[in-house]
């Protein structure tokens, strides 16, 4: 059977397709997204808000435990019901007795999440009794002015359920809780259902579904070299708890900023130390790391914070090692840039070079110098990071590619891999983006004939060719394709 060939317009049109499955499947560069309402979930500690948020948010995005005080950052989301979207908010609670300094800083994250909601859901626990700090609570909201919503969780049998309607559940003046059980799934229609018609009804509409995400960017680092402190200037206010102690950020936090016209979704992770140490501390630490593990996977672009002011050691590069496994774009911020002393105008150069050295699974990733103390520079880091996300969806034009090909293949033949004799390459196709895919087809009879060494170079040389800084680049070596005729 006789196979036409494709015309060059429909190749055109495949070509454009398969492009446009890649940009709605990941982030695209320049994207836009409505206004969403926000919805800050408000209670004392231990009333199931975690688990609320998390079973929203339809993912184990908050720490759960028995511990109070478990959520210190406030924590954000989209929740997506009948087609529109609103974004939850998950707070610390609000009664922590004696509360230690974190504890204060998170309440005080708690108040202003409150002024800043559009509407409340003030959450009950119906297996006690009304808590007189839960009636303060109660007495704040309605000062507030805000729409609120009040939520009777745990409620997971008929007498509980029945509890939801008893007068003693109605604090403040608020209404009658809705019962449900965060924990089970049950009762939250009903309560969505209600928190639309609210919105609604005091001109707050949820928007619309988008398909375009933002671009979302891990913040990941060893303990204590100022990640948070750098997420606070880029949203110039006290999002993130800053503290000298190490892990006070326990979990990843996302975080929706918009620039402009453009999105971008922050996660601040908890610090990465070694192994042994979080095997030995064990709880709600250890449980963070393996987050941070799992928020690199589903980011965009990290932005890989060191400490320009002590050596960089084997956690550094470790994190470094695990970024180029990824396949994620990567900005090096060399943070605490005011604490370098006799600075002159060879230093930053030093310091780059170093920082490769010490690092060189990411000698193609931007390397920026800042000081999230005074801010210097912190703010160049959206136009590094849109840089690197066009870079990663950057499709090289056929005659360009066949150029550089040439000239890379004149200057260096391949060595041979696992064969008698070097393979003979016959060209080299762009197959995919985010991040830049090529394929060097050669004239062998299995593709491990070509040395590594060789594919690594033409990465190099891809690198220093075209605008790719801040995305890795994945070249493979593939056999002829046999047409049928």
């Known amino acids: 059977m006789k196979i036409r060939k494709q015309k060059p317009r429909k190749k055109m049109l495949i070509s454009l397709l398969f492009l446009a499955k890649q940009v709605l499947h990941l982030s695209a560069p320049n994207n836009m997204r409505p206004h969403l309402p926000t919805i800050a979930i408000i209670g004392r500690t231990n009333v199931g808000k975690s688990t609320l948020f998390n079973r929203l948010a339809e993912e184990n995005k908050a720490l759960v435990s028995r511990v109070p005080g478990t959520t210190r950052d406030r924590h954000e989301a989209d929740c997506l019901w009948r087609g529109r979207i609103i974004r939850i908010v998950d707070t610390a609670g609000l009664d922590v007795p004696h509360a230690e300094d974190l504890e204060q800083d998170a309440m005080k994250q708690t108040e202003r999440a409150i002024e800043q909601a559009d509407l409340i859901l003030f959450v009950l626990d119906l297996k006690g009794v009304p808590l007189p700090q839960e009636r303060k609570i ?32 109605r604090l403040g003046g608020l209404p009658t809780p809705i019962p449900i059980s965060a924990l089970r799934g049950t009762g939250l229609g009903d309560m969505l259902d209600r928190v639309y018609e609210s919105l609604e009804k005091h001109g707050i509409p949820p928007a619309e579904l988008s398909q375009i995400s933002p671009v979302r960017v891990a913040v990941i680092g060893k303990p204590n070299v100022g990640k948070s402190s750098v997420l606070n200037q880029l949203l110039k206010e006290e999002r993130f708890i800053v503290s000298p102690i190490a892990h006070t950020t326990r979990e990843p936090v996302d975080t929706l900023v918009e620039v402009g016209e453009k999105n971008y979704l922050f996660i601040d992770t908890a610090g990465m130390r070694k192994r042994g140490k979080v095997r030995k501390t064990g709880g709600l630490e250890a449980i963070g790391v393996e987050r941070t593990v799992e928020t690199i996977k589903r980011a965009d672009i990290a932005l890989l914070v060191l400490d320009a002011s002590e050596p960089f050691g084997v956690q550094d590069r470790i994190l470094a090692g695990l970024l180029q496994e990824t396949g994620i774009g990567v900005i090096v911020v060399a943070n605490k840039w005011d604490l370098i ?38 703010d160049e880091l959206f136009h590094l990071i849109d840089e690197v996300q066009t870079a990663r969806f950057t499709e090289i034009p056929l005659e360009e590619l066949e150029a550089f090909f040439i000239k890379a293949t004149r200057a260096r033949l391949p060595m041979k891999g696992k064969g008698p004799k070097p393979p003979k390459v016959l060209g080299i196709k762009q197959v995919g983006v985010a991040p830049p895919t090529f394929a060097v087809t050669i004239r062998a009879k299995r593709t491990d004939v070509i040395h590594p060494s060789y594919l690594r170079y033409l990465e190099n040389r891809l690198h220093e060719s075209f605008p790719l800084s801040g995305t890795p680049i994945k070249v493979s070596a593939r056999l002829p394709t046999v047409r049928a005729v």
Do not use: C, Y
């Not at 109660?138 to 805000?146: Q, T």
């Not at 006799?342 to 780059?352: A, Q």
């Open 138 to 169: 109660a007495e704040r909201l309605r000062r507030s002015k805000k729409p609120v919503i009040t939520v009777g969780n745990k409620a997971e049998s008929p007498a509980q359920i029945l509890a939801a309607e008893s007068g003693e559940w």
């Open 341 to 378: 002393p006799d600075k002159t105008p060879t230093t930053i150069g030093k310091f780059s070079e170093a920082i490769k050295n010490a690092l060189p699974f990411l000698t193609w990733a931007p390397v920026l110098f800042t000081s999230a103390k005074t801010g210097q520079r912190v």
